[in-house]
């Protein structure tokens, strides 16, 4: 791969394969989504 990225000092957590970065983003929005749906409407 490319080490002189994921071992530079500046790159707190070093190498990830690309499919978990993309499955974390998305689980994160899918969460935000339902808490969205949630809240829509607490205050109506």
Partial sequence: ???????????????VMGEEPVSYVEQILKRYQHYARLTSGVNS
């Fill in 1 to 15: 791969m490319y080490p002189e990225y994921y071992n530079d000092k500046v790159v707190r957590y070093g190498f």
